[in-house]
C-alpha cells in the first residue's frame, strides 16, 4: 500500500500520514506534530515522501476538498487518509497555506473538526497538524 494517495477529482496527490509520522509497512508510525503555521510551512518545504521533494502546504480549498462538509469523514475513500488520532479525528485541526484575510500577518486559514469540514482564521502561531499536498 502507497504513503500517498492522489484524488480523482482534483488530481492532488496528498501525503497519507501527517508531518512527524513515518509510513513503514503499510500503515502509519508515530506522533504527528502540532506545529505553528511558520514552522508547518517549513515542515512541508523541507519535506520527504515516496521518492517526491516538492511537497507544500494547501490552500484552504485544497484542504477543504478532502473533508465532507456536515459529515464524518473524508471525501478519500475510507482508511486512505491517516490520523494522528482514531477516536477524536473529527476534532483535528490542519492548516491551510491561505493567509487570514481579517488578521492578515498574524492570522491563516485552518480547517478544524476535520471529520466535518469547518474552516476558522487561526492565529499563526497556535499548534495544528500538518497534511502534505503535491501536485502530479
Request: charged share 20%; glycine share 10%.
Amino acid at each position: 500500500m502507497s504513503s500517498t494517495w492522489t484524488d480523482p477529482k482534483t488530481g492532488l496527490m496528498w501525503a497519507r500520514i501527517s508531518i512527524g509520522q513515518r509510513w513503514e509497512s503499510g500503515e502509519a508510525v508515530g506522533d504527528a506534530q502540532y506545529m505553528n503555521w511558520d514552522d508547518a510551512n517549513d515542515a512541508v518545504r523541507h519535506y520527504r515522501l515516496a521518492g517526491f521533494e516538492d511537497w507544500r502546504l494547501p490552500n484552504i480549498e485544497e484542504l477543504e476538498s478532502i473533508a465532507l462538509k456536515d459529515q464524518a469523514g473524508t471525501s478519500a475513500p475510507q482508511g486512505v487518509l491517516l490520523f494522528p488520532m482514531v477516536s477524536d479525528d473529527w476534532w483535528l485541526t490542519y492548516w491551510s497555506a491561505s493567509p487570514n484575510g481579517y488578521c492578515l500577518g498574524y492570522g491563516a486559514m485552518d480547517v478544524y473538526c476535520f471529520g466535518i469540514g469547518n474552516t476558522l482564521e487561526g492565529r499563526r502561531d497556535a499548534a495544528h497538524f500538518v497534511r502534505a499536498v503535491r501536485n502530479t
